[in-house]
C-alpha cells in the first residue's frame, strides 16, 4: 500500500467522526433552533437533493479536467455550510453534506489502489469506527459546538489532500455521455432503497426522542454502539465476498436488515429498540464496501466519477423526498408507519438486484 492511498484512508477514515455525530446531532440541532418534524424533514430534503445535483456537476467536471481539485472545492463548500449552520442560520445544512462529492474520491482511490476490495474495506471500516467517537460528543459538547468541531475536522482533512498527486489528467472535454449507461440503469433498483431509508435514517435520533423521550446524550452510546457493530463487520466484508460472491454478500446481508426492520418500531422499550437498530445498521450496511467496489469495476476509469456520481444521484433523489415523508408521518404521531414501509421498499430493490447482477461479481 503506498503513501497515497493511505492518506486517502485517513481522509475518509478521519470524516466518519463528522458522520457519526452528525446522523445524531443535526434533527436535533435543527429542533433546538426552532424548526418542527415537518420543517427537518424538508431541510434534510434540501440538503441531499442540493448536494447531490451539485455532485454530479463536479463530478463531470472532474472526469473532463482532473478530480482534485474539484474535490477541494466540494469540501470548501461544506466547510461553508457548517460555518453557517454554525451561527445558527438553519439553510447551511443545505451545503454541509459535500465532502466526498458524490465519485470523486472513489474515483481517485480506485486510481491509486491495487487491491480496491481491501482499501474501501478499510477506509470505510475506519471510518465507522471514528464515528464512534463522533457518536460521543453529546457527552462533552453542546450541539452548536459539535458542529464547529465538525468544520474544523473538515479543513484538517481537506489539507491532507495536498499529499494526494493525481494521475488522471482527465479527458479534456466536458461529456455527459456514458458507455456504462446500461449498467448504471439496472442500478437505477437502489433508488428504492434510497427513498426507503431516507424515510427514517436521517431523522432516526427524532425518532427515538418522539417515541421513548430519550436525550441526545442518552442515545449517544447506543449510536457509537452501532457504528462500532459496523465498524467491525466491515473488516469480514471482504472475507464474506470471497465466500460467496459480492452480489450473494449484499443481498443475504440485506434480507437480515430487512426483516429487523420490521421488528423496530414495535420494539416496548428502549433497550429492545436499541439493539434491533445496533444490529440492523450492522446488517444493512457492513456489505457497503463491496457495493462500492463493485459499482466501481463495473465503471470504466474515464467515467467513474461521474458514473458514480450519476448512481449516488439517482439513490439521493428519492432518499432526499424520505425525510419529509418521514417527518410529516411524526409531525401526524405515525411513528411505525415509515419502518413498514421501507421495509416494503428495500424488499423490492433486493429482489430486483437481485434479478439484475445475480451472473455478475
Known sequence: MNREEKVLIAIISIN????????LIIPLYLKELGLNSAMI???LTG?????????????????????????????GISILGMSILFIGIPFGILISSMMSAGGLISAIMAEKSKNLDRSLSLAFSFNVLLSIFGSLLPLFLSLRYIILTNAL??????????FVKEGYKGTGKVDLRLKSIGKIGKLSVESLIGLG??????????????RFNVTAQEMSPVFAASNASLALSMLFAPRLSRMFGRVKSIIYTHIIGIILLIFLPLSGSYIMASLIFVLRNTAMNMTGPIFRSFILNLIPEEERARGSSLINLIDALPRSAGPSFGGYFFYLGQLSTPFFIT????SVATIGFYIFFKNVD
Do not use: C, E, N
Not at 54 to 63: F, K, R
Open 16 to 23: 466518519g467522526i463528522i458522520f457519526g455525530s452528525s446522523q
Open 41 to 43: 424533514g424538508l431541510f
Open 47 to 75: 440538503q441531499m437533493l442540493i448536494s447531490s445535483l451539485i455532485a454530479v456537476i463536479l463530478s463531470v467536471l472532474g472526469d473532463a479536467y482532473g478530480r482534485r481539485k474539484f474535490l477541494f472545492m466540494s469540501r
Open 153 to 162: 475536522i473538515l479543513s484538517f482533512t481537506t489539507l491532507l489532500l495536498l
Open 197 to 210: 431509508a431516507g424515510m427514517i435514517l436521517p431523522i432516526m435520533s427524532l425518532w427515538f426522542y418522539l
Open 343 to 346: 421495509a416494503a421498499l428495500y
